[in-house]
């Protein structure tokens, strides 16, 4: 999983936010939903979970505000059985995941396990075509779909057998920003 674990020649700069998703919430307590404002007062509780370069250790202490905030991508009912996470931008590390999905495919930091179907070369130009499709979308309208299938090739732990996920990335909570 090293194809996307180093930054190598990465040209844009990535940054680590809940803001997008903070965002949403705004806009679904602005529309009168109840949950929303639920979520919004923990939220009020803390306010280390705001701003740009979160780290794990803030997460962790916040845990139960995050599993609110997350609640809007992972239902509570889902997240022993199904798997799923959500990852940095571009880069396969994930920084809230699911019971199954932690359990089956990530380490202790949320690195990925397993098997790529890609080399590191043909990986790079796939973040990078995926950055540069976000940049379409966010300043020119432009939709980009790069329909190229990423699979996860992992052992299951309790079976042995290798199990091949393709994955499926959602985009709504990440914000692309101009910074020059």
Request: glycine content about 8%; proline content about 7%.
């Amino acid at each position: 999983m090293d194809v996307f674990a180093q930054p190598g020649d990465f040209p844009f700069q990535v940054e680590f936010s809940l803001e997008g998703l903070i965002a949403w919430w705004e806009q679904e307590a602005a529309a009168g939903r109840p949950p929303a404002a639920t979520v919004l007062d923990a939220l009020a509780g803390a306010p280390a979970l705001r701003g740009p370069r979160l780290d794990r250790a803030v997460l962790e202490r916040h845990r139960p505000v995050v599993d609110l905030l997350m609640s809007a991508v992972f239902p509570p009912v889902g997240r022993e059985r199904d798997l799923g996470g959500a990852l940095l931008p571009f880069m396969l590390q994930a920084w809230y995941a699911t019971a199954s999905l932690s359990r089956m495919m990530a380490d202790e930091v949320g690195w990925l396990r397993g098997r790529i179907n890609m080399d590191q070369a043909t990986g790079l130009r796939y973040r990078i075509l995926h950055a540069y499709g976000a940049i379409l979308r966010t300043f020119y309208g432009v939709t980009f779909d790069l329909d190229y299938p990423l699979v996860v090739t992992v052992d299951d732990p309790d079976s042995g057998r290798e199990r091949h996920f393709k994955t499926s990335f959602d985009g709504r909570f990440y914000r692309t920003e101009a910074v020059g």
